[in-house]
């Protein structure tokens, strides 16, 4: 009997828990600018990049099919800026989305959102028998509440992410527009 309670134990805490995006969702609430304020994972490359990683911006732009156009920019150190795209498949549940980045499936989903204040996404990349996930925490301003900011980590450890692995990013200089 201990046993079976012992692996019974070890199964339902590998599950991850699913996350339901919220129920009124509205793709075109998300359109415009957000800043990246804060960033958890998983991911081994995480702890070697922590240290150098500061606020970026996303431009997000909701499509005609309902599908979202990510755009990613980050002011690096030497003045040049780091560029990522992403075009997130809408799915048949309202705030979950799909996309191929760096080969990898992505499972993205929009966690808790105020469209003129802030939004919280968990993305879970599916790679090998391990999947990582990515937390974030996106506001409209460059400043977010620590009450925010707490949820966000709180949120974050529930998700079996390790705390010296949740950063709250420096703010830091913007790109121009590409």
């Not at 620590?146 to 950063?167: K, M, P, T, V, Y």
């Amino acid at each position: 009997m201990v046993l079976l309670v012992t692996v019974l134990a070890v199964v339902l805490t590998s599950i991850r828990a699913e996350v339901i995006p919220p129920a009124d969702f509205n793709v075109q609430g998300m359109a415009g600018k957000w800043y990246l304020i804060g960033f958890a994972t998983n991911g081994q490359w995480f702890v070697q990049h922590r240290a150098s990683m500061k606020m970026g911006t996303a431009m997000l732009n909701p499509t005609a099919d309902g599908d979202l156009d990510i755009s990613y920019a980050s002011l690096k150190p030497d003045g040049t800026c780091w560029r990522m795209n992403n075009l997130a498949k809408k799915t048949d549940m309202p705030g979950k989305f799909t996309y191929t980045s760096w080969g990898n499936e992505n499972d993205m989903r929009v966690v808790d959102i105020k469209y003129d204040q802030y939004a919280l996404t968990q993305t879970v990349k599916a790679a090998g028998d391990h999947p990582t996930v990515v937390n974030k925490l996106y506001g409209r301003g460059v400043n977010l509440s620590q009450d925010l900011q707490d949820r966000f980590r709180q949120f974050s450890l529930e998700s079996g992410i390790l705390a010296e692995n949740i950063a709250i990013l420096p703010q830091n200089g913007e790109c121009t527009a590409a």
